[in-house]
């Protein structure tokens, strides 16, 4: 597996594998892989004749108070993981490969990236179109795979990715939860003990959901007052949003119809989780 630096490296790597007709796959990250990371590229080499994961810190994605100093960096076993999953290569350029000192473009998806996280964080969204545009376009990947985890983002890049006409398809996999039901996430290692526990209500508000439309139930207003029934008995959680949206759009709908997104985020401590669930 070649470690590449700069966007000249990736691009002529993915120029040579693909005059060989190989199909070619990105998984964008900021590292700190964990299994659910690891499952994107088993999925992507599952699907690709070559696979390139970026580990990338991406700075336009973070707010001035948030936690881009201190997001956790494991660059070696990032690698480690990256190459026992198949992949080709790992591209782990600098800030100023991505951002020269003198850059001024930036894509941003009006509307969408307002809505859910794009509410509370803002500008989020116009960092993350933009450096996954910057790797699309390096790489003319056919495949890029994302969590579900990340449902929001998927729904911002998928516009992307059809508003620019990139050649990519968006592909979308499954949340890997820890056993107890916590979706996996870089961030959770910020979380102390009984915080841990704590972050549990988003699982269980997620299930509660779950098994409520499994039961017949699809009222709007229903599923998000059970949800936040669940909030209620971690009082230390500062619930950030509960709702029930179309994937496309971001925008509340009345009706849990199957295809619509009911996602969740919430502060437990200091640290921002998000989950979801798709209708069924």
């Keep these: 597996m070649e470690i590449l630096r700069t966007v000249h490296e ?16 990105i ?38 108070n948030e936690d881009y100093s201190r997001y956790p960096r494991t660059f070696e076993a990032d690698c480690a993981l990256a190459k026992a999953e198949g992949a080709s290569v790992v591209f782990a350029p600098s800030v100023e490969e991505l951002y020269p000192a003198d850059a001024a473009t930036f894509v941003e998806v009006e509307g969408l990236s307002n809505r859910l996280d794009g509410a509370s964080r803002p500008g989020h969204f116009r960092g993350v179109a933009t450096v996954v545009s910057k790797l699309l376009i390096a790489t003319e990947a056919d495949l890029a795979f994302f969590g579900q985890k990340d449902a929001a983002q998927v729904a911002v890049l998928r516009r992307m990715v059809t508003d620019l006409r990139l050649p990519a398809k968006i592909v ?20 102390s003990a009984a915080e841990r526990a704590q972050a549990l209500a988003l699982s269980r508000a997620i299930r509660r959901v779950e098994s409520m439309v499994a039961a017949g139930v699809r009222s709007r207003g229903v599923l998000i007052d059970a949800a936040h029934e669940i909030f209620a008995s971690e009082p230390a959680i500062r619930v950030d949003y509960v709702e ?37």
Excluded: K
Aim: a neutral charge.
């Design 10 to 25: 990736l691009r002529q790597w993915a120029r040579a594998d693909r005059s060989e007709g190989n199909t070619i796959g």
């Design 27 to 64: 998984v964008p990250t900021m590292g700190a892989l964990h299994a659910g990371h690891a499952s994107l590229i088993r999925a992507a080499n599952s699907q690709c004749g070559f696979v390139a994961v970026s580990i990338f810190v991406n700075p336009t994605q973070f707010g001035p």
């Design 172 to 191: 979308v996999c499954p949340i890997v939860r820890e056993p107890d039901g916590l979706a996996l996430s870089s961030r959770n290692v910020y979380l």
């Design 244 to 280: 029930l949206v179309d994937w496309d759009t971001l925008l509340p709908v009345e009706t849990a119809m199957p295809g619509m997104l009911f996602p969740v985020a919430a502060w437990v401590g200091s640290t921002r989780l998000i989950d979801n669930t798709v209708i069924a």
